[in-house]
């Protein structure tokens, strides 16, 4: 029998117990931050000569820096090495995200105030954008759509793909997603070194104005670094989702769901809050029952046992206020009217309505984005989408007698502050009434 923690409001410890669960420790490695600082200090310094050195020495390779770029011809053949029902899928996925991120697109506006002032915001995409793919232990031809399309869709000029190919090893169907993504460039270069290049440009890899897209523990090292040179999307922490229940869902899917981000990795963390405590035996039952037959139980086990936990409440008004402490990547209401809670709901990264609605459907082909903002810093971010690609511009402009009108506020706001030059230089616009 797996061993999962179990707390209940009823506990007189619980407060100290669903703090501990919703507290998400930053891992701070000073020997994993010093290495990853000198790999990008020199990549930054050295261009190809570093990067070329690092990518064989890291994916066992033995290529030549005019080798990392993966001529088109390559991705676009890559489609016929996939199956039909494959491609049919990763085209499928793909009109359904790049439909929903249509409906993001900010439009640049203008309006003129009572006092005569134009004032609005432009809206402009981003020159160039970087996308990091992993491809050490698997491949992830999603992570190529969610991460591209959005660029695609905000006109973003060229879309970079990084990907390791360790021991030049390029899996197929990472390329087929690319060319049906829409990316401009590949380049079979990872880890650290690769969002260096993209940070500060080489020889070879052009310098982007943003990086996106997940990766290991050195790779979101490297993009804390290289953040201020270029934006980034988000520093993502392991996989995580929250499932709600009235006890009216079967116990079989919770388990499953449960299941579905535990086998990320053994840091991935499941969690169940139900007011009914039958209900979370039923689960507890079934996650015995189907663990054996799953091919990553090892991972599963580990992240259940480590990171899991099956809470029960009184009410759906305690499990509200546990979403919102926790803040999960992905919450899932298993519930009967789950729209009736939905308004209370001010911390989560995405929200699955309905027990019909997995969080795995949106991971793949729902259409919302899966980059989404994990260790509980759905409290202050967004998933990736179209506006992470889309930069705002003010837009301010004066007639004499308007600007007159501003002049005179900002001249006694800048005096105060004791800016003589941001005063004067206000007073000089102030037209002439004598």
């Known amino acids: 029998m797996i061993s999962i923690r179990r707390i209940s409001e009823s506990d007189a410890c619980f407060s100290d117990s669903l703090r501990k669960i919703?507290?998400?420790?930053?891992?701070?490695?000073?020997?994993?931050?010093?290495?990853?600082?000198?790999?990008?200090?020199?990549?930054?310094?050295?261009?190809?000569?570093?990067?070329?050195?690092?990518?064989?020495?890291?994916?066992?390779?033995?290529?030549?820096?005019?080798?990392?770029?993966?001529?088109?011809?390559?991705?676009?053949?890559?489609?016929?090495?996939?199956?039909?029902?494959?491609?049919?899928?990763?085209?499928?996925?793909?009109?359904?995200?790049?439909?929903?991120?249509?409906?993001?697109?900010?439009?640049?506006?203008?309006?003129?105030?009572?006092?005569?002032?134009?004032?609005?915001?432009q809206i402009t995409p981003v020159e160039k954008a970087g996308i990091y793919v992993p491809g050490g232990k698997a491949a992830y031809p999603s992570s190529v759509l969610m991460n591209c399309i959005p660029a695609r869709v905000a006109a973003v000029d060229e879309v970079i793909m990084v990907v390791p190919a360790p021991e030049d090893n390029l899996n197929p169907i990472v390329l087929a997603a690319a060319s049906i993504a829409g990316v401009d460039r590949v380049f079979s270069i990872g880890g650290a070194q690769a969002i260096a290049a993209l940070a500060y440009g080489t020889q070879s890899v052009p310098q982007v104005d943003k990086i996106v897209g997940p990766g290991n523990r050195y790779v979101a090292e490297a993009k804390r670094i290289v953040y201020g040179t270029v934006g980034i999307d988000m520093i993502a922490g392991p996989s995580e989702v929250l499932i709600v229940s009235d006890g009216s869902c079967n116990p079989d899917w919770v388990a499953m769901d449960m299941f579905a981000q535990a086998e990320h990795d053994e840091d991935a963390r499941s969690i169940l809050v139900s007011t009914d405590e039958n209900f979370i035996d039923q689960v507890y039952e079934s996650i015995n029952k189907l663990l054996p037959e799953m091919e990553r139980r090892d991972f599963i086990q580990r992240a259940l046992e480590n990171h899991g936990a099956l809470i029960s409440v009184s009410s759906i008004e305690s499990a509200v206020r546990i979403i919102n402490q926790i803040a999960p990547e992905h919450l899932e209401l298993a519930l009967e009217q789950p729209e009736s809670i939905l308004p209370?709901?001010?911390?989560?990264?995405?929200?699955?309505?309905?027990?019909?609605?997995?969080?795995?459907?949106?991971?793949?082909?729902?259409?919302?984005?899966?980059?989404?903002?994990?260790?509980?810093?759905?409290?202050?971010?967004?998933?990736?989408?179209?506006?992470?690609?889309?930069?705002?511009?003010?837009?301010?402009?004066?007639?004499?007698?308007?600007?007159?009108?501003?002049?005179?506020?900002?001249?006694?706001?800048?005096?105060?502050?004791?800016?003589?030059?941001?005063?004067?230089?206000?007073?000089?616009?102030?037209?002439?009434?004598?």
């Open 344 to 434: 209370q709901i001010r911390s989560a990264g995405a929200i699955f309505l309905g027990p019909y609605t997995s969080e795995s459907l949106g991971d793949y082909c729902a259409g919302p984005n899966h980059v989404l903002p994990t260790a509980r810093s759905a409290r202050f971010s967004s998933p990736l989408g179209v506006y992470d690609f889309q930069k705002r511009t003010s837009i301010i402009k004066c007639t004499q007698e308007s600007a007159g009108h501003l002049a005179k506020t900002a001249s006694t706001l800048a005096r105060g502050e004791g800016l003589t030059a941001h005063a004067r230089s206000a007073e000089m616009r102030i037209l002439d009434e004598s």
């Open 22 to 121: 919703s507290t998400v420790m930053a891992q701070n490695d000073p020997e994993l931050t010093k290495t990853v600082f000198e790999i990008v200090s020199d990549v930054r310094d050295r261009g190809d000569d570093a990067l070329i050195e690092y990518t064989n020495r890291f994916d066992h390779r033995n290529i030549t820096i005019d080798a990392i770029e993966v001529p088109k011809q390559l991705w676009d053949e890559s489609k016929t090495k996939v199956s039909g029902e494959f491609v049919d899928a990763l085209e499928y996925a793909a009109s359904r995200i790049t439909s929903y991120a249509e409906h993001q697109k900010a439009e640049s506006w203008m309006y003129q105030d009572s006092e005569g002032i134009e004032l609005g915001q």
